[in-house]
């Protein structure tokens, strides 16, 4: 193999001059554990996110357009999407940082996350970065005397460079532009010379393929005259070993013991892993694929040609004519475990990929809009910190085990298991030895015939709900029609202690409450215990949700009701249903601001119902001569009912007039729909529910996700779809009359979730 020679431009360290890239810490806790929404509030709150992207990553996604991505490839078909994900923790020079990431395999984002964690405790990584110099190479041909004609090119380097510029003078006004020239010749394989000038062109924040290409085509004509020759490649080169990034970082001994290994034993089995991938190039390749696994993921979020770094990456692995690690890792003087990392790193901030994609956009927006030097650092750090994840892996427990459980997750996924069941299926999935999708699918039966009939005798249980037809127009008295849905809210009190302690491990909550809390979910426990007397005493909460969170499901209400039926089973407050209805009322005021009571009152009861609230809560039961075949489809974005109703009823206020008149079509909707339900006619009862759902369009309350899941709906067999509960994300209930199944299995296979209610045959069985 051929070696590799260059010469090390001067180096700058990164962010110099900029700004912190977020207004808070990246050491988000439990952020792995949030809901996606939750996770964008988290980083919109301390700045990462601006509302903007906000809206975009709540609403479409910040998915590339079809016409866009028409305009970028030949032969567009459709756009292919990939998981965007953020590593917390980092620190580099001094900064924290959001990292984004691009990445389909498991374990990367969790692996970075915690090396993240790790090397904060110790100040971070340092990370330099040298000018951003792109090669472009001239190849001449058919030359009979090659010293000459390099002589020739190198009197003529001012020409050259000047005819090159002239090319983009806006980058050269820019501080960029063509630098110098050099001249390689090669022997091809029959003897005969190969002319190769090199232009060295500082492109500046862009990646700069395009305008190395363009200006290597601009002087192929004069490097053809001064020398005699045929020009034949005109081409910039992958090689960016003139625009070289390094990071390195420094962790204490002592921050590196775990998994019942000592810091010192996970050092050293560390820096042998690394010396081993310096002379062996088998280990060598899986090592720096580990690195490229964070290299790529960083790359491929903020719109950079990740296949141009990876080729870049390897042939500097082999420089020497052996291919080896890229990063070393030592122990120095202090017994510290040193790493470092030298990598070539082409990157950009500006031009197509990055101006077209919204997701790259918003990358680079969670990075601080970092200059070329301070990304191309950056990068290096990641690499050198998923490196760092594999070595410690590697040298304790193992890889397996982390994929193990990765493994079962995915798995899970590909299940359509349910969010409130998913952690449990998968540590079943886990002991069981048997992580298949099969498998998945019988532990969560299993769960969800636990759920039904819980068999518990120390806790209470409520169920969650379905609004069929008439929400946010039932906050304001006209009628809806609500179900209830085999999903359900276990909660059980335990005296004791000093304060009221709250355990959900569904959501890794653990927590005592703030007892002077007014406001939010303590605040809306103490005005439940003040209610009937308990409060300030100790006891503790555990609340086993079996309902997706914020889906529109009721899932609120359920809890409220779940615990103030066993607050009174525990304490013999002889609670009745009246009482632990108002009780979950005044809950749900705290939740979400106003409230029809609908949500509650069937979780209460347990029944199908038609309620109205004109001043005061009235319902009755509603018949249902056969089962309703509903299947429900669940987005990826959590509905919020306090954003939702607030949104409406500013929209409400601004201009009654109009949506009275929405709320007026769905009230007359619901009452028809009424003897629809109650006459079995499900044609006609689908047609009410699609009608309902313009409406609820017309409020502003839909997205793009929830339509998508509607026309699924109704293109698979469903009379009539529509989003269910507040919406803003959440759900959407379909009316499937023999075609359930169908319409099931066609929203999973659009990447979406769904549940089946009272399943019927289909027309086929």
């Known amino acids: 193999m051929a070696s590799i020679s260059k010469s090390k431009p001067a180096r700058r360290q990164c962010n110099a001059s900029l700004p912190a890239p977020g207004a808070g810490s ?19 709150s301390r700045g990462y996110l601006s509302s903007e992207d906000v809206s975009m990553l709540n609403g479409a996604g910040p998915t590339l357009r079809l016409p866009i991505a028409d305009k970028m490839i030949e032969n567009v078909l459709g756009v292919f999407g990939l998981p965007l994900g953020v590593a917390l923790n980092f620190m580099v020079n001094g900064r924290d940082y959001v990292v984004p990431l691009v990445v389909e395999e498991a374990s990367i984002v969790a692996g970075l996350s915690g090396v993240g964690r790790i090397t904060r405790l110790s100040g971070g990584f340092s990370a330099h970065a040298t000018e951003s110099i792109l090669i472009g190479q001239v190849q001449a041909t058919g030359i009979t005397n090659s010293a000459r004609a390099k002589s020739a090119l190198l009197d003529r380097r001012e020409d050259l460079l000047a005819l090159a510029n002239s090319l983009h003078p806006n980058m050269v006004e820019r501080g960029g532009g063509a630098r110098d020239v050099e001249v390689h010749v090669h022997a091809g394989p029959t003897g005969e010379p190969m002319v190769v000038l090199h232009l060295l062109v500082d492109t500046q924040e862009a990646m700069g393929a395009n305008l190395v290409n363009s200006m290597c085509e601009g002087i192929a004509p004069l490097v053809e005259s001064i020398t005699g020759g045929e020009v034949l490649l005109r081409i910039l080169s992958n090689l960016t070993d003139r625009s070289l990034a390094t990071a390195t970082v420094r962790i204490p001994h002592q921050n590196l013991a775990g998994k019942g290994y000592s810091g010192e034993q996970v050092r050293d089995r560390i820096v042998q892993a690394s010396d081993l991938a310096q002379v062996d190039p088998y280990r060598a390749t899986t090592h720096n694929k580990g690195i490229m696994n964070g290299v790529d993921a960083l790359a491929l979020a903020t719109g950079n040609d990740w296949r141009a770094i990876e080729a870049a990456a390897h042939a500097y692995a082999a420089r020497d004519g052996r291919y080896r690690a890229l990063s070393n890792w030592t122990r120095n003087a202090d017994g510290d475990l040193v790493g470092k990392i030298e990598m070539p790193m082409k990157v950009g901030t500006v031009g197509g990929a990055v101006k077209n994609n919204p997701a790259a956009r918003i990358s680079n927006r969670l990075l601080g809009s970092p200059t070329a030097a301070d990304l191309a650092g950056l990068i290096a750090a990641v690499g050198l910190a998923q490196n760092l994840a594999a070595l410690r892996a590697l040298a304790t427990y193992g890889i397996q085990q982390g994929h193990m459980t990765l493994h079962a997750r995915s798995v899970a996924t590909s299940a359509g298991v349910q969010d409130a069941q998913f952690e449990a299926v998968v540590e079943r999935l886990i002991e069981s030895g048997e992580i298949k999708e099969w498998k998945a699918k019988e532990i969560e039966r299993d769960l969800s015939r636990t759920i039904s009939m819980p068999e518990r005798a120390d806790c209470s249980s409520a169920c969650g709900k379905v609004i069929l037809l008439g929400e946010h127009a039932v906050v304001y008295g006209k009628p809806a029609i609500g179900l209830p849905v085999p999903l359900s809210v276990e909660a059980s009190v335990r005296k004791g202690g000093d304060r009221v302690r709250v355990l959900v491990s569904q ?15 303590d605040g809306a426990v ?3 215990l003040e209610s009937v007397d308990l409060r300030g005493v100790g006891m503790t909460l555990e609340v086993n949700p079996h309902i997706p969170r914020s889906m529109g499901l009721g899932g609120s209400a359920a809890l409220a009701v779940a615990v103030a039926r066993d607050l009174s089973r525990e304490f013999g407050l002889g609670l009745d249903d009246e009482a632990v209805n108002g009780l979950a009322f005044e809950w749900e005021k705290m939740s979400h601001g106003t409230p029809s009571g609908i949500d509650n009152t069937i979780s209460v009861v347990g029944k199908p119902i038609v309620f109205e609230n004109d001043g005061k809560a009235v319902f009755r039961e509603l018949y249902l001569p056969e089962p309703l075949p509903l299947v429900l489809g669940f987005t990826s974005r959590a509905g919020l009912t306090a954003r939702a109703v607030a949104q409406v009823r500013a929209a409400w206020k601004a201009n009654p007039a109009h949506v009275e008149a929405l709320f007026d079509q769905i009230a007359q909707l619901t009452r028809s729909g009424v003897k629809a339900v109650e006459a079995a006619r499900f044609d006609e009862l689908g047609r009410h529910m699609n009608l309902c759902h313009g409406y609820l369009n017309a409020l502003g309350v839909s997205t793009p996700d929830l339509e998508q899941l509607i026309q699924i709906a109704r293109d698979n067999g469903a009379v009539g779809a529509k989003l269910t509960g507040s ?10 009359p023999g075609t359930q199944d169908r ?8 990447g979406y979730q769904s549940l089946n209610l009272h399943r019927t045959p289909n027309r086929s069985e």
């Open 507 to 521: 959501w890794g909550l653990d927590r005592q409450v703030d007892p002077a809390a007014t406001d939010g979910f």
């Open 727 to 736: 919406g803003g994300g959440g759900s959407v209930v379909a009316l499937c």
């Open 743 to 750: 319409v099931a299995a066609a929203m999973e296979n659009a």
């Open 26 to 44: 990246s050491r988000i806790p439990n952020f792995f554990r949030m809901s996606v929404t939750e996770r964008i509030d988290a980083l919109h």
């Open 526 to 528: 103490n005005a439940m």
